[in-house]
């Protein structure tokens, strides 16, 4: 591999590493295609199905390569995060693999398939309102007390080379396949994600063009492209993308995607709607709403793809089997 630029915070070898560090306990995820998404699509289409992951999402990559980090003398103190769900229980899964305590600040909206499973690994859960109370603060402070380590969930240069071994093991299949890919598409909500695998993609597909695909509205990734700084969204409400709420693109994250990212792309809570029920329907995959956003976007026509390789990531599968059920009716 080639290093993208010496001046990234994160690079090819770093993603190397992590995928030793991950390699015992995290799933080698394959990439799949189907004919019939091909014929709707219009071109080749391969998917990066991370439900398949280790506790749902591909958060569970970053999170053991982050908690692998951290000096033996310090896991006495445990881990403390915040997130939404799959970062909660990506960090709760690694905490109890490395016989750590792990305490998680979610909201109290969080889907309650997410909560749950992340009880389930053995974390405490704190919960907080999304709309009044700060997580980072209430993070802070418990890891302050309790001399714990804060593990964030996308800006740490430990947590996206974690996340970077989905796109090197993209790298990795699509080279074994004897294709190139011409776009590569990643969900986005603080960037880790499109970071890492943008980083392992370019060093190996320089001429490959990355995608951030987030919900419409909570388009910050996509502004901040266009504007060539970090510019935060302005949406009010909800989305059914509930992983990708996001306000604003990481510090260290968009120090990466502002250099390796082509543009952002969008998909309406309709679209990711319609995209979860051809996935279910067509392509027998179960993805939450968050981890179809690329697929929708495709599926929708936001994506200039006609005759083009198109590798998209479908981040996750911890969907509320209540809205799964009216999405797939």
Known sequence: MTEPSSALPVTPSDIDLAARVVAPFAVRTPLLSFPILDERAGTRVFLKPEMLQRTGSFKFRGAFNRLSAIPRDKFGGGVVAYSSGNHAQGVAAAAKILNMRATIVMPSDAPMTKRERTKGYGAEVVLYDRDREDREAIAHEIAGKRGATLVRPYDDPF???????????????????????????????????????????????????????????????????????????????????????????????????????????????????????????????????????????????????????????????????????????
């Open 159 to 329: 947590v996206i080379a974690g996340q970077g071994t989905v796109g090197r093991e993209i790298a990795e299949d699509m080279a074994a396949l004897g294709i190139a890919p011409d776009i590569v598409v990643a969900p986005a909500s603080g960037g880790g994600l499109v970071a890492g695998v943008a980083t392992a993609i370019k060093a190996r597909y320089p001429q490959a063009v990355l995608m951030s695909a987030e919900p419409e509205g909570f388009d910050d990734h996509a502004r901040s492209l266009r504007a060539g700084k970090r510019e935060a969204h302005h949406a009010e409400g909800r989305t059914i993308c509930d992983a990708l709420m996001a306000a604003i693109p990481g510090e260290i994250t968009f120090a990466v995607n502002s250099k390796l990212l082509s543009h952002g792309v969008t998909a309406s809570d309709a679209e990711v709607g319609a995209a979860v029920g051809f996935a279910y329907r067509e392509l027998k995959l179960v993805v939450e709403p968050g981890g179809a956003i690329g697929l929708a976007a495709l599926l929708a026509g936001r994506i200039d793809a006609r005759g083009k390789n198109v590798v998209i990531v479908l981040s996750g599968g911890n969907v509320d089997a209540d809205l799964f059920a009216k999405l797939v009716a």
